[in-house]
């Protein structure tokens, strides 16, 4: 109001004598003048002016009008085009700005940020981060260099106190996403990294107009990782990822959870579960790790806990074993007389070497342990030998008896009389005497048939003559005849066949004999194999039940 009046005066004062005063008397006595009519008038008091010049020059007695007041009115011209700018502004019309929004806010915090320093007004306020982290995929779990690769997801939230703003002054925006490389990012890392893996670069975070700010981000992790690879392929195992601050202490940067711990022991929302490993669940845990007594630092510990899918392994590996086994097993049926099971065995034992050298590439190899699948399948190849050599034993002793002496008496009474009736098994004593008491009714009627010849040409029996005492009477012609060397030689012929006959029984006697102890033999280690191989199948099933409870 003041400038208006300033104004009129001088656009009063400007005015000269004939009519000035009066302009200048009429604009004192009008009320306050807006900037419009104010220009208004100076344009047509400088149109009176110019034609009263006119007048003057014509009439050539008038004055012309002086530089100090030209210069003034050139002065307010500005002045009054403000006056009807802010006259519009309260109109109701608003100006389009000059840039977006997200352009004036990115310059505004951007302009004067300092990302050196940790950003807290006061230096003894500690910069809480928040972290997550989301199980993915399980890439690859490598025994040998017990090394873990995973593919996360990692969420980190802070507060930087240099990041806010009034939303109404940047068009209601409440969030913006800034380059991660122009502000400070905690420098949050896991010490169980043993190699840089291959993640995807991501180079903005979300801010938040409270200073909230959100790093999001997938990361491709190899860890070391304690494998335990006893309980192949039935094994669970527990790595630990621990993130920390590699430099700032606890009264620096403290680390929290970001959501409750029981929803991140069982999210298995995003993990691709069409591998070889299973989820279980991550467990977490904050703790303060301090080196020899020097300031602590804040960790966060994921463990997460993995199981293998037997199933492959299974087909491939335990079942054919078991079946070879299961064949070993059914081989002591075969008759241990015939020469097939020696063969038999001999080629399971060679198919189980080949399929050990198969599967060697599909078992893991650690310096630190065998797995117990392996300690299976050693134990199984020495059953196999074990079962080769108790086969070869049976054969010896049912093979070629001829050449053998007689059994002898212990063990006859070890095998045949205790081992059977411990066993089960059938007299063999028993039957033994009833094949004796058979051969020795044979050779009687062999030795009949002989003697009735003999009598036929004259010739006596001399088991017939001592039982006569000799009291018989002798033919007439049985001198000539002992003495004709053709009967002589007959006679040698005829007792050398008896001898032979005699000898061959014996030593089929022994041959039955031994032959008996084989079988009972055959089926003591029979039972004895089998009895070990239960025995190594009960324990093997303890010790997976017992790791599995553990």
């Known amino acids: 109001m003041q400038r208006e009046r300033l104004i009129a005066r001088l656009i009063g004062r400007s005015q000269k004598p004939d009519g000035g005063g009066k302009a200048s008397k009429e604009c004192c006595c009008l009320p306050p003048c807006s900037g419009a009519s104010l220009l208004r008038r100076a344009r047509a008091g ?43 502004r309260r ?114 975070v979300y801010v938040g107009h409270h200073g909230e700010v959100q790093n999001l981000k997938p990361i491709q992790v190899m860890t070391a990782c304690s494998l335990d690879i006893y309980n192949f392929p039935f094994d669970v195992q527990n790595c630990s990822l621990t993130f920390t601050s590699w430099l700032h202490h606890i009264r620096d940067i403290n680390l929290s959870l970001w959501r409750q711990p029981e929803l991140v022991k069982f999210d298995r929302s995003v993990f691709m579960n069409q591998g070889e490993w299973e989820l279980l669940y991550v467990l977490s845990r904050f703790q303060e790790f301090s080196v020899k007594s020097s300031d602590s630092y804040a960790e ?10 037997p199933l492959f392994y299974t087909v491939s590996l335990l079942l054919p074993s078991i079946f070879l086994m299961v064949m070993d097993i059914v081989g002591f049926y075969l008759p241990p007389n015939s020469g097939e099971r020696v063969s ?69 009474r070890l095998l045949l009389e205790r081992a059977a009736v411990l066993l089960c098994i059938r007299d063999r004593k028993e039957f033994g005497q009833s094949r004796t008491q058979s051969s020795d009714i044979s050779r009687e009627v062999e030795n009949n048939d002989s003697t009735a010849k ?91 039940s017992v790791w599995r409870d553990a």
């Open 46 to 88: 400088r149109l009176g002016r110019r034609e009263a010049a006119a007048g003057s020059q014509r009439s050539g007695g008038t004055r012309a009008m002086t530089p100090a007041a030209l210069g003034a009115l050139l002065a307010l011209l500005p002045l009054a085009s403000t006056l009807q700018s802010q006259g519009t």
């Open 91 to 204: 109109g109701g019309r608003t100006p389009e700005p000059a840039e977006p929004a997200l352009r004036r806010l990115s310059h505004y915090l951007l302009a004067r940020y300092q990302k050196g320093t940790r950003p807290v007004r006061d230096w003894r306020t500690t910069t809480d981060v928040a972290i997550d982290l989301m199980v993915y995929a399980i890439l690859s779990v490598d025994e040998k260099n017990q090394v873990l690769t995973t593919y996360i997801w990692y969420r980190q939230h802070w507060t930087d106190e240099f990041l806010r703003w009034d939303p109404a002054r940047f068009d209601n925006l409440t969030q913006i996403s800034l380059p991660a490389e122009s502000i400070w990012v905690p420098d949050i890392l896991i010490n169980e990294f043993v190699d840089v893996g291959k993640s995807p670069h991501v180079p903005y």
């Open 300 to 309: 966060m510990k994921f463990y997460v806990v993995i199981r293998r899918r």
């Open 344 to 412: 038999f065995k001999i080629t399971l034992l060679l198919g189980y070497s080949v399929f050990l050298i198969i599967v060697s590439d599909t078992l893991p190899a650690t310096a630190v342990g065998t797995p117990l699948i392996g300690i299976y399948f050693v134990v199984c190849m020495a059953l196999l030998v074990v079962s080769l050599t108790e086969t070869i034993l049976i054969v010896r002793l049912v093979h070629k008896q001829d050449l053998q002496p007689h059994v002898p008496t212990w063990v006859k």
């Open 454 to 544: 003999l009598n036929h040409y004259g010739c006596e029996d001399p088991r017939e003559r001592e039982a006569a005492g000799g009291a018989r009477p002798v033919p007439a012609f049985a001198g000539q005849a002992e003495g004709t060397p053709l009967m002589r030689g007959v006679l040698r012929e005829i007792t050398a066949i008896r001898q032979f006959l005699e000898k061959r029984e014996e030593f089929r006697d022994a041959a039955r004999e031994w032959l008996q102890v084989g079988y009972v033999l055959d089926v003591l280690l029979f039972r004895a194999y089998l009895a070990a191989v239960l025995a190594y199948s009960v324990t093997l099933g303890t010790l997976w």
